[in-house]
């Protein structure tokens, strides 16, 4: 959750926020979710959650009642001021992975790829077995393992599989935006510096 | 305090007031020897796949043994293993299995029992009162197909931060998450709630053999405040209920000052409040029914317990009550 500054919550739809998603995730929510109330929260970053029609209510409630949701239904992800306008949570990505039953904005990495990830590390070209476009340098691609399992988020170093493929084995891909490993090591989630 | 006393407390390493209560609790000098044998006894850790993520639970224990691990079937939890041996690497909680969430992982079977008793279903407004680290509301979450609602609260800035992980990597929806005490919740929400959970916080006297520190830890005054506080929050979990709602009580706590007496002085106030017969999946233990020359209120006979001598898991207490 977001710390320090005051944490401000609103009720929003998805169409307010359509413009600032990447196309196959705005796509996705649209064909899926497309009356959802979505909850905003906000102080440096802002929080997208999207909330059940029970959800909502709650929310409505504690919220007339002065108080902020730490978290509320399912997590969607932060927005951004500057690029990558959006980063994704690892549940959204995986549930539109397999509802889908498509790849998309992705890199499938080898197991001796993903231990490193796992630690924080950014990922190599030599670990990376799949590619799947789009891939945008700068923006966020979801990092799965070969069992099809979103382990993580990089930011992209290449534009598109055909660059990648260009890069040398040792040179950085992607680096590590988010990873599973962080539910355990229990770093803040605060704002983190973009190298790219 | 009999010689006999102190010399248990002494072999065993405890204060020598808990063995004093303890020999109360259970009337029987051996059954106490026995108790705090067992206490010594390492627990198997328990693995609760997540039906959220996975269709067919084999696919997680396959997983886990081509690793190394070997797993038990827990028969009355169909989604819950013990796990009897271990690789030296990864450890349980550093799987890649563990941190995409097919798993959660608890570190004894008795805290699988009380979402179980409780049983929430997708119709249900559930108020969890003092959730984290979230073993609990995350198997609430499961047994209700994420669906419904799970209002869960936190008091601990760190301690919400964890509850909040585990929920994600869970793949949970289903749940409000708020940073506050448990014992605000009936002013915040009324009898909004049809179900809740309080597993309040305590001196982890069930739990000595995964934290050895609890023989000495807790002062008698310590005990008190604990006791004090339970009684808060069970009368703020009892108002955050209406007409016909169920409260959940649990503690992995042995004491009886944090289970029966503190049942005992809120029911006092609460005539309207019916203890429920338990529908546990394992046979419980009866209650304490008077300590200290106390009488318990009459309600308290159908609250349950579980002791690691005779259920092979932590000492867990459990009552479910119901608003009239």
Redesign the interface.
């Known amino acids: 959750m977001l710390d320090g500054a005051e944490v401000r919550c609103r009720e929003s739809s998805l169409r307010e926020i359509l413009g600032e998603l990447p196309q196959h995730i705005a796509e996705y929510l649209t064909r899926k979710y497309a009356r959802a109330t979505l909850l905003l929260c906000s102080n440096k970053i802002t929080e997208v959650f999207m909330l059940s029609e029970v959800i909502a209510g709650v929310v409505g409630r504690v919220v007339t009642q002065g108080l902020t949701p730490y978290s509320a239904g399912f997590y969607l992800g932060r927005l951004r001021k500057s690029k990558p306008r959006f980063i994704p949570s690892i549940n959204l990505l995986q549930e539109m992975f397999r509802e889908t039953r498509e790849l998309i904005n992705a890199f499938v990495v080898a197991d001796e790829g993903l231990k490193p990830f796992l630690y924080g590390g950014d990922i190599l070209r030599k670990s990376v077995v799949g590619c799947y476009e789009p891939v945008r340098k700068g923006e966020v691609v979801a990092v799965l393992g070969t069992d099809k399992i979103v382990y993580g988020l990089g930011l992209s170093r290449v534009e598109g599989c055909e660059e990648l493929k260009s890069r040398k084995d040792l040179e950085e891909v992607a680096s590590n935006v988010f990873d599973v490993g962080w539910y355990i090591r229990g770093e803040a989630r605060g704002e983190r510096k973009y190298k790219g | 305090m009999s010689r006999e006393v102190r010399e248990l407390a002494e072999r065993y390493g405890y204060r020598p007031y808990m063995v004093s209560r303890y020999l109360e609790m259970l009337r029987d000098y051996r059954e106490v020897e026995n108790m705090l044998r067992a206490f010594e006894e390492s627990l198997n850790q328990v693995v609760r796949c997540n039906t959220l993520k996975l269709t067919d639970c084999r696919e997680l224990v396959g997983r886990l043994e081509r690793l190394g691990f070997s797993l038990r079937s827990i028969e009355w939890c169909g989604e819950a293993y013990e796990v009897v041996r271990e690789p030296e690497k990864p450890s349980l909680?550093?799987t890649?299995e563990?941190?995409?969430?097919l798993y959660y992982l608890h570190r004894g079977k008795a805290s699988l029992i009380p979402p179980m008793i409780l049983r929430p279903t997708k119709e249900d407004?559930v108020l969890d009162l003092a959730a984290a680290p979230g073993g609990k509301t995350t198997h609430m979450a499961q047994i209700m197909r994420n669906?419904?609602?799970i209002?869960a609260l936190e008091p601990s800035k760190e301690r919400?931060?964890?509850l909040?992980?585990?929920?994600?990597?869970l793949?949970i929806?289903?749940?409000?998450?708020?940073?506050?005490d448990g014992r605000v919740s009936s002013k915040?929400?009324g009898g909004?709630f049809s179900k809740v959970l309080l597993d309040a916080p305590c001196t982890g006297e069930g739990i000595i053999m995964i934290d050895p520190s609890r023989k000495t830890k807790t002062t008698l005054e310590d005990l008190m405040r604990h006791h004090e506080k339970q009684k808060e929050l069970l009368r703020s979990a009892l108002g955050s209920v209406g007409s016909g709602g169920r409260v959940l009580y649990t503690t992995c706590s042995v004491a009886p000052e944090e289970n029966e007496l503190v049942l005992s002085e809120v029911l006092r106030d609460w005539e309207d409040v019916k203890v429920v017969s338990l529908e546990s999946p394992v046979k419980l233990a009866p209650p304490v029914t008077e300590y200290y020359g106390i009488r318990v209120d009459d309600r308290v006979r159908f609250c349950g317990r579980t002791y690691p001598h005779t259920h092979g898991m932590e000492g867990f207490f459990i009552c479910l009550m119901e608003l009239r």
């Open positions: 909680g550093s890649h563990h941190l995409t969430g407004l669906e419904g609602l209002v919400i931060k964890i909040r992980n585990n929920v994600e990597r793949g929806k289903n749940t409000v998450l708020l940073r506050l915040v929400f909004f």
